[in-house]
Nanobody, 109 residues
Framework: QLVESGGGLVQPGGSLRLSCACS????????MRWYRQAPGKPLEWVST???????DGSNAVAGRFTTSRDLARNMVFLQMNRLKTEDTGMYYC?????RGQGTQVTVSS
């Protein structure tokens, strides 16, 4: 099970930290991914933290978003800085194509 949290309404330029609490499996056994979906648009890959702990992110979020994990708590995080209106959407945590219910991020003035 994956449960995302931490979304909300933030002004452009602001920050949010998303969390993904995982149970029933060890995050260290999977490449954990974040996806997002804006209204009317397809699902978009945001970032990945691989089993070894190295990370990768899309060009759209490079230099602004950071993915991390806490193996002891079996949680994955997405630190989002310098948010833009185009970052608005539902954000999902993913393990092997299984996702949680998502958390809504709205960037608006």
């Amino acid at each position: 099970q994956l449960v995302e949290s931490g979304g909300g309404l933030v002004q452009p330029g602001g920050s949010l930290r998303l969390s993904c609490a995982c149970s029933g499996f060890r995050i260290s056994d999977y490449a954990m991914r974040w996806y997002r979906q804006a209204p009317g648009k397809p699902l978009e890959w945001v970032s990945t933290i691989y089993r070894r702990g190295d990370t990768d992110g899309s060009n759209a979020v490079a230099g602004r978003f950071t993915t991390s994990r806490d193996l002891a708590r079996n949680m994955v995080f997405l630190q989002m800085n310098r948010l833009k209106t185009e970052d608005t959407g539902m954000y999902y945590c993913d393990a092997d194509d299984v996702r949680g219910q998502g958390t809504q991020v709205t960037v608006s003035s």
